[in-house]
């Protein structure tokens, strides 16, 4: 039963990941139909944002009343309904509205999966299902090529997904009965009574947790400033032609995947602590590299490493929070975790935006690198704080 429910949750990571990269693959098609500027895709994405920040400082609560289980089932066809109203949407105002019960369901579920994972299995599988992750979000964009070139324009693409995700939802709900066992005891006491959800304030008050939350902070940031950033860095600084650029760029979300498979297999011998203090620093040898002024292989060669390091930091900061923090009050962390990411997804590219349109694009390797010593400064305090729990 135990690997039947851990198939199931590779099978759910992969489908999570599916629709992340849609509407980047789908907006060429969807703002000249819809008759709107090109920038109006930032609303759509911040108020999935935003949606997600909400649920994910909520999951603590909602995750302590429901389980596991019932949430994770409970978000994904929340998803579900959105993506397939997304799939029936002519007019922009639509897609706003479908975009809050998207981002509602998405923050669920990430925070409140990713503290069953934390506390039930083993840091590779936690590699190796944001893995998962990442081939869904690669895949997205074919779903969604797939529709465009076969006649189902952009609708349809998100029509299969919504669909793909009902059908995660069926299975979700029918292995229900694997959950309950486990769930009577997580987030609570011995006796298998829930435990209080913890305000915000309470959970901002718990040693060492202001510091993880600016290490998701900072990782976010480093992750999407470097994914949207990196193809303008190339053709603007560095006089690459946009297509190879853009084939560089993407160069980064592989290392990214492929990295966490690897990590997975490293975790077998480093620990939690070890393996994000291997990839910070691989991180600082990718920027380090692009600091370089030379040809484009070396260009090619900092952005793949920089995924390299950011593979085993998200996965591996995550899986260590109950051992940070205590099982008891790791659903609380996580979930103000994960709004944290958000909130550097939401803020920090857009600042360098302002900074390359006002300065220079060039400076992308030093703004990478002012967040990442952020990062580790923040991480070595978390441990230095936590180390009376003899954590990782």
Request: glycine content about 10%; some cysteine.
């Amino acid at each position: 039963m135990v690997n039947i429910l851990l198939a199931i949750i590779y099978l759910a990571f992969i489908s999570l990941g599916l629709p992340d990269s849609l509407l980047g693959a789908a907006w060429p098609s969807i703002y000249p139909e819809l008759n709107v500027p090109m920038s109006y895709a930032g609303i759509v994405s911040m108020i999935i944002a935003l949606g997600t920040v909400v649920s994910s400082l909520e999951s603590d609560r909602v995750t302590r009343k429901l389980g596991t289980g019932k949430v994770t089932a409970i978000s994904v066809a929340t998803t579900a309904i959105a993506l397939l109203g997304f799939s029936f949407s002519h007019y922009y105002w639509m897609l706003c509205l479908w975009a809050i019960p998207y981002g509602l369901g998405a923050g669920s579920v990430d925070a409140s999966l990713n503290n069953y994972v934390a506390l039930h299995y083993k840091s590779r599988h936690m590699s190796w299902l944001h893995c998962m992750w990442g081939i869904g979000a690669a895949t997205g964009p074919y779903v969604m090529g797939y529709a465009l070139t076969h006649g189902m324009n952009w609708n349809g693409g998100y029509r299969i997904i919504g669909l793909m995700q009902i059908v995660l939802t069926v299975i979700l709900f029918v292995s229900l009965p694997m959950w309950i066992d486990r769930s009577k005891t997580e987030n609570g006491d011995s006796s298998g009574e829930p435990g209080e959800a913890l305000s915000l304030r309470e959970i901002i008050r718990i040693t060492g947790a202001k510091e993880i939350m600016i290490c998701f902070f900072c990782y976010c940031a480093i992750e999407q400033t470097t994914g949207l950033w990196a193809s303008s860095y190339l053709t603007v600084y560095k006089g690459i032609s946009p297509e190879i650029a853009a084939g560089y760029a993407s160069m980064f979300y592989i290392g990214i995947t492929a990295g966490r498979a690897v990590s997975g297999f490293i975790t077998f011998k480093l620990n939690d602590k070890q393996m994000v203090r291997l990839g910070q620093a691989v991180i600082a040898l990718g920027v380090l590299v692009m600091f370089i002024p030379a040809g484009n292989t070396l260009s090619l060669a900092g952005l793949v490493l920089i995924g390299l390091g950011c593979a085993p930091i998200y996965p591996c900061l995550i899986h260590s929070t109950p051992d940070h923090f205590g099982a008891d009050k790791s659903q609380a962390v996580i979930g103000v975790q994960m709004a944290s990411a958000y909130v550097g997804i939401c803020l920090m590219p857009p600042l360098f935006g302002f900074i390359a349109s006002h300065i220079s694009v060039s400076l992308l390797p030093v703004y990478l690198l002012v967040i990442l010593i952020c990062m580790a400064a923040m991480h070595e305090m978390l441990i230095k704080k936590t180390a009376d729990k003899r954590c990782i």
